[in-house]
Structure formats: structure tokens, C-alpha cells
């Protein structure tokens, strides 16, 4: 049950950035890594996901959380990088290893 309130819950925030920015219903199927400009770690988690492209072919869409109104990027503003499947979330740090794991 946990598993399912989690994806669930995953569902509605995607569904809530969609909102935010429409354009990215036509990436509703890709990872998203959410980030801003300036953000060391958010480039660190960039380079993590072009590793894993390297071994694995992978779509993902990075997304700046400036454009969230500001509700929902307070939601992220101290978490930031994050990546969002379709189903799960991960919190920076993460590596190679634990993206694969979400395969």
C-alpha cells in the first residue's frame, strides 16, 4: 500500500509541474530533474545522468524550478537536484547505481 500512495503521490506532483508548465505534457513519460541555474549540485546531477545515458539510452527533461509558482517550488527549493520518474522520487545525493535501481 505504501508503494502505491507513494506513485500515486508522484503521479499528482507531476501532474501539479504540469500544470505550472504545460509544455511538458509532451514529456509526461520522461524523468525529470529538477534543478535551477547557479546550482553546484544540480550540474553534479547532470553529469551523473549523462553517466548512466552513457551504459543505459535514457530521456530526461531538465526542468528549472524558477518557473514553479512559488508554492511548489518551495517544495523543492531546499532538495534541489531531484529527480522524478513517473513513479518515484530521489533526493540528491544519488549516483549511478541507485538511478539504475530505478530502471
Known amino acids: 500500500m505504501k508503494n502505491l500512495d507513494l506513485a500515486n503521490n508522484i503521479r499528482v506532483l507531476r501532474a501539479d509541474i504540469i500544470a505550472a508548465i504545460p509544455n511538458l505534457a509532451q514529456h509526461h513519460e520522461q524523468w ?20 548512466l545515458q552513457a551504459v543505459q539510452p535514457l530521456s530526461y527533461q531538465t526542468i528549472d524550478i524558477i518557473e514553479f509558482d512559488e ?3 518551495m517544495l523543492f527549493a531546499t532538495n534541489i537536484p531531484v529527480l522524478l520518474t513517473q513513479t518515484q522520487r530521489l533526493d540528491y545525493p544519488f549516483s549511478v547505481l541507485d538511478l539504475q535501481q530505478l530502471l
Do not use: E, F, K, V
Not at 32 to 51: E, K, V
Open 32 to 51: 525529470w530533474l529538477l534543478g535551477t541555474s547557479g546550482c553546484h549540485l544540480c550540474d553534479i546531477a547532470a553529469q551523473i545522468m549523462a553517466r
Open 71 to 73: 508554492d511548489l517550488m
